[in-house]
């Protein structure tokens, strides 16, 4: 009768003394053929894995979430970007956030009727709701919750897109040239020095001053002769 022996862990087949020498020699095959479809497995496995010296990840490895904040080398999943994401969608929430452009022409408000505080639009077409005239490029801005698509008042404000200015030199609105230049009204004495820049010019039409050396009539004369006995001649 055969002597079943097998090893522990993979229960290959073992020989025994008991045993038929022909009875272990096919129980070895038997083990070694268990043995080499085992390594072979193994070594396909093995050949999956990432080199020790430089490793490349394959599937989605696990790793832990580190704090927000935490700044080392350590390895961490990407859990914390997400985390500091929520915080800081948390921070500018009833912010303002653009939404768009709106056509004021369509008779309501825009975000119907979910809009948030802070969210606003910019006017793309111009037009009148609730008694309020929107011009293009105006901005107008939900001051409320769920801000009512026909009621302007306690939901919205308006921001309008002008030239005006809130005062300069006691005008306010759109300024011009022409009307910033009166409202300045600068004189001369306004201008440190120029007063005294202009004294020391003349008009155009003036009087000399001062004393003038008189015209000797012979030294003329003399010298006419002088530039004759040279050579010109005079006609």
Do not use: C
């Not at 022996?5 to 025994?16: A, C, E, F, G, H």
């Not at 003329?220 to 010109?232: D, I, Q, T």
């Amino acid at each position: 009768m055969t002597v079943e022996n097998v090893t522990v862990n993979r229960s290959y087949p073992l020989p025994n003394a008991a045993n038929p020498l022909n009875v272990d020699i096919a129980r070895l095959i038997t083990a070694l053929t268990m043995l080499d479809i085992d390594v072979q497995s193994v070594l396909a496995s093995v050949a999956g894995y990432a080199a020790l010296d430089g490793p490349a990840f394959t599937g989605v490895p696990t790793a832990p979430t580190a704090a927000s904040g935490t700044d080392t080398t350590q390895i961490a999943t990407t859990a914390f970007v997400q985390a500091a994401l929520d915080l800081l969608e948390a921070s500018v929430a009833g912010g303002m956030s653009f939404k768009g452009n709106w056509d004021a022409s369509s008779g309501s408000f825009p975000g119907g009727g979910a809009a948030q505080t802070g969210w606003y639009y910019i006017v793309s077409v111009a037009g009148t709701v609730d008694g309020v005239a929107f011009d293009v490029n105006d901005a107008i801005i939900a001051k409320a919750d769920d801000a009512a698509v026909d009621t302007y008042t306690g939901n919205w404000v308006k921001r309008d897109a002008t030239d005006a200015v809130q005062s300069v030199a006691g005008l306010t609105g759109a300024i011009s040239a022409a009307a910033l230049k009166t409202a300045l009204a600068m004189a001369i004495a306004d201008v440190s020095g120029l007063q005294a820049a202009l004294d020391g010019k003349s008009n155009t039409a003036h009087v000399h001053t001062g004393v003038y050396e008189p015209v000797d009539a012979n030294i003329v004369r003399a010298n006419v002769a002088k530039a004759l006995s040279k050579g010109f001649k005079q006609t």
